[in-house]
């Protein structure tokens, strides 16, 4: 999968960060839907944008270890098929069985950098990953 452009998003209310992993830069409308839905998978970022999938770190469930993927929720969402959403995979695993590292402040308008290695799925519905993504931290809005 060729990840072009990532577009990171923090909801910190919930808190979570989310990577969106696309294939081209993001027009400003497709930013700001990225910054607003409630259903990252939902955001329509154009013909075949979302090639990649997504990756996120959910810390709804320990919020004062925000920033530590270890104690976060992974959620994995990868589209397998160029430009046409063929399949779909994804799991959420919990973050101290995912080989993730994150480095920077998780605020907005910080830089961040997240580096994982690892896999989901079986058989022919399996994703391997292999992430080293670096983005400016965008705020979700209402």
Known sequence: M???SVLVVLDPEKPKLTFYLLSAEPTPK?????????????VNFGDGLLDSG???LDWSS???SIADP???NVWIYSIIGPGVRKSQVQDTKPGRSVEA?????VKAGSEVSLTS???VGSGESLVG???HLKGTVLSKTK
């Open 30 to 42: 497709e930013v700001a839907k990225a910054q607003s839905v409630d259903n990252e998978t939902s």
């Open 62 to 64: 320990d919020q004062r």
């Open 129 to 131: 990953w292999d992430l």
């Open 117 to 119: 290695k690892g896999s």
């Open 101 to 105: 590292t994150l480095t920077g402040a």
């Open 2 to 4: 060729n990840v072009s």
């Open 54 to 56: 997504l990756f996120q």
């Open 70 to 72: 270890s104690k976060a």
